[in-house]
């Protein structure tokens, strides 16, 4: 199973595999500064209900 899986992930263009790693470190950086991207969505709502 695992060799298959780096079968399939050497065989991706370069720029896929920098996704596939990419979105789960982003993913993680948003759950643990949860506070700061909810205070972030408020300002801007509130920006534009102004």
Known sequence: MIERLTVWFKGLPSHVKG????????VVAIILS?????EGIRKGFSFFSK
């Open 19 to 26: 996704m596939l790693i990419l979105i789960p470190l982003l």
């Open 34 to 38: 949860w506070d700061r991207v909810w």
